[in-house]
């Protein structure tokens, strides 16, 4: 097929402030975003994926002048971290934007001045609570002032300061009807459904302008025409998803093609800015808007919200080295309902590579693999006829795609898991019951054509469900196929039966139990 006759599917993740090092809330969102990106490409889309940092703000700017480094060097420095995280984690990403990129300088002066056109942005004094933390604007209803007297956001708990500056604003207060017009005839556009009632509960409650220009420093995007001020940096940082659609050039194929984004995934803190800010930019700007806005929950270790005071900041990069890519991928997306809260903890990840990906899948590869190996010349046996009980099970996984493909759609990654998982189980199941190895055992002709049959239906199980999970785990499903000597790997190819008479490599283990280190 060629590009142009696969649909598109535009995906994005939050660009992350470069303002230290990743840790594994970044890293879930990657991972959780990727396996969303690869399951579309292997459904036949075509998939642009992008994701990145957020350069510019006064929180950068600080974190830099903390380390003493030009804030321009740090930024990149930082985004370079990022970077290399993504790629140590197998992130399929199709561009890593920076909002220092030159492009993206133009997309955010265009979007600005399409708002100003509008008539929706106006030149007053702002006067109240920013949190540089939150690079967000509190009410002072919005604030709590603690016993020793130092005030902070009462929802985000950051520390706010009283600001005062000339700040050009939108007109958000203008968009409450639309925005609230949008969540009713849209309700997909925000989801989960809890956030989505949070939005429109607060959307209810009025909408006050938006201060969207700072004076008093300057790291960031020059506001068109008064260069005095540099853009907010959530107007600039939203806009990334417009630049790496090719905006302004919307004539230009990728805008044609991409515009709108399908889908935008981030974390909950981040909700009203994608979903109340964002659209409002938009429609002042007279731009489509995307589908939709997934947000996840956020991750803790043991329960306990990470922070370094605390110590308990894991670096994902040593999760990796310490459990493998693809067990801390699976834990991520099997264990943590996306959309939820998770937590996450020694335990529970060993417990998830021991039972489902060691146990139930790992083992069972391994076993039928090896009887094939050795009694059947080592290639793919042929089947005689199916007993219902081969079919019940071809049948159920046969069904998987659909199952898949509704709760992918949905960025219910777990579920799908769920549903793969109890077919792996059900298979266990049916080869215990089946007891192969009695069969060959007995070595009666009629026997060995049974046994040559569930090896077979086991190895077409295999197969369908090492496809299912590369979006997932894409090394191990990889190995997998590999070691069914599988080159069609596509959903597509999912209808096309294993072949039999196709010969096998020599079988080995591709997930090893975690054993405890000893100390
Ligand atoms: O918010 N668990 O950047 P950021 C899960 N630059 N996700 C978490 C998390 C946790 N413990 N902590 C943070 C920003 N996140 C802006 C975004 S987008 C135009 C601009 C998520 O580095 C967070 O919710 O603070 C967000 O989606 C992403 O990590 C980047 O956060």
Redesign the pocket.
Known sequence: MSASSRPAFYIT?????PNGAP?I??A??YISTDALARFKRLDGFEVFFMTGT?EHGQKVQQAARAADVPVQEYAARNSDVFERMDKVLDISFDRFIRTTDEDHQAASIAIWERMQARGDIYLDTYAGWYSVRDEAFYTDEETTVLEDGARISTDTRTPVEWTEESNYFFRLSNYQDKLLELYETHPEFIAPATRRNEIVSYVKAGLKDLSISRTTFDWGVPVPGDPAHVMYVWVD??T?YLTGAGFPNTDSVAFQRFWPADVHI?????TR?HTVYWPAFLLSAGIELPKRVFV?????NKGEK?SKSVGNVVDPLALVEGYGLDAVRFFLLREISYGQDGSYSHEAIVGRINSDLANEYGNLAQRSLKMVARDCNSVVPTPGEFTADDRALLDRANGLLERCRAEFDQQQIHLALEAIWLTLGETNRYFSAQQPWALAKSGAPEDLAREATVLYVTLEVLRIVSILVQPVIPGSAGKILDLLAQTARTFADLTTPIEAGLPLPTPEPVFPKYIEPKD
Do not use: P, Q, S, V
């Open positions: 993740t939050a660009i992350a402030y840790h809330g970044h879930y969102e957020d940082a939203l990334n981030i974390g909950k803190d981040i800015f996840h929950g956020f991750l803790y990470m």
